[in-house]
């Protein structure tokens, strides 16, 4: 069969509780023919930042027309807005809370946002504490079978955009990032990209950049398994951000890496 | 595509070993067109309440005729009987060890229970241990292609009910409840539904009912972020039960509740 | 609607992190009629004996035809192999570590292992981190439209199996097996099959075998709740295994029960 219409999600909800279950009942009540796909609802409880960082890892693997449902919400049941990204090849849902600053950031085109205020596409029971049941899935089915996005509201341009971590230029041959993300592994993602160290060295061809953390130099690798079985190492990673890695090992545990932790590339 | 028929799996499985995976595949082996959707495989082992509570929260999310496998079953392998219980709307397949408590006392229409006897139904592999497999999965696979439930066994009313938690009115002005269910962000649900307060204030505008819990007084609210971002608050949550929560905080955590902790409401 | 073909997931990527969601964007952008199915993705990370126990555990209850992704790969971006491993019923995709060593030894017929070398059925932005994205998810979706496997590489021999633990005859009346899987509820698996059980006892209709473990006796049952409710006791699990319980309790936390612990089976 063909799968006319993909919608994933993106939540805190955790794996406990049914409310996961309950959000796919609701869409597939809608349309009986959606296709959903959970990306992850292990994200911190109310980390908006983490969010961001991991739609913005997933959502250019799904076909084009996916529909990318984002729940991180601190603020449900309040005034804070529900919207609608629309680009040319993605469609986002979730609140206006700053979520999605990282797709705002991105290369898509012909981004405009939507505020969503047209509650008869939501459920009829609407609460005041589950909006991914009573809003955003209803709305999201309502979209895959179709209705047009201006249906739902008017555009906006005064949506929220958290402030993201960037790397910063410390002396003309220096960059400071940070660990943005630890993964299952202890691997530590930083918020630095490849076309930054690029942008550094003046070159696309780095073979050994120098990195630095805590005042020590981290060898510069192309794969895991180049490394020895001991020490800290760094890569360019799988999404285009520098890493600081253990072989084999879990670099978050064995190296005391937290989220935060300044990380520096010098051009030696 | 239109999904022909949908399956749901609440179990107290976890997310550790492939059990899960497995019922899909038997299902999906007799069943090619099923969708199976994953409510929570985070019962606490062998909590026969909490399954309870976790597919009433869920079931009427899920389109008509969706078939509800509920599998938490400390019994596996003795006597114990499986059951399907079928209604006017929906179908449930499990053991007949009162996880479908709540389900019976539910406004459901033409509820009547079928004791499964017909083992040609089961896997031929059947197993003393691993029911989920050998029974359940492929009941309801068989059903879900339209296999009448008067197939599988007799009708039965002997089937077993738990005695659940219910709210008890200790004076005329006062009606006492607990905690029966804490959540992933750490909100204690009560037993206590909007229906039972109504009854007590003779309203069904209850603007500001008196909530107490360990002697002290519980603001009432309408939704998480009218509260403060410290201290105890409650609310009637997405389910229609009192909940007690703390504002971007964990009630549970920050204030020791615990399952079947009192609560209660009173007149003021 | 009719699933054209399944793909199952084993990997120990978590659920934390967006890994798993990703792979399945990846695959429906390739086959958008292809169903995937989580087996698990919680084996313990690098752990290559779990994952092929997890495996061996679940194949066989998926349709013929059915192709399962193992990803458990502590040499991902090492000169380390992909391959695909053909039976007559099932396709097996995943790193040339071992991870099918099980399935080496089943019983499937005409089994052959093609290295996949055809890069051009990888993702264009190949990284050196993440196969499961951009080499195992593609080369699975591209299988399930119908490539011939003969087209992903040639024949390999020499693939890599690891050691396994196998019950030894430590005298003519006494096998010596070891725990290799302990799940969610305790339940300790060890490595003695029903099948080694009847070689020792002469028969395969053995009531009452001696069953040791610590140098104590471990009452031997047909089912969990024969047992009494507390106390060690052993079965026939499921997967024909002999497994060490506790009737509702937790072997493994109640009788300090690891995985390598020695248990024996003898002749009384």
Partial sequence: ????????????????????????????NINPSVTVVDITHAISPQNILEAALAIEMSFESFPHKTIHIVVVDPGVGSSRRHIIVTTSRYLFIGPDNGVFSLIYQSPLEDLSVVHITSEHYFLSQKSSTFHGRDIFAPV?????????????????????????PVPTLKAQDMLEGEVVYIDRFGNATTNIKIHHMNNLYGSDHIDHPTVLFKGNKVPFKHYYSEAEATGLYSLINSFGYLELFVYRGNASLDFAIRIGDKVSVVVN
Same sequence: chains 1, 2, 3.
């Fill in 1 to 28: 069969m063909k799968h006319d219409c993909i919608i994933t999600l993106t939540t805190d909800f955790g794996y406990r509780d049914p409310f996961v279950g309950i959000m796919k009942g609701v869409m597939l």
């Fill in 140 to 164: 999201a089915a309502w979209l895959s079978r179709g209705i047009e996005v201006s249906k739902f509201g008017d555009v906006i341009t005064d949506y929220v955009r958290i402030p993201l």
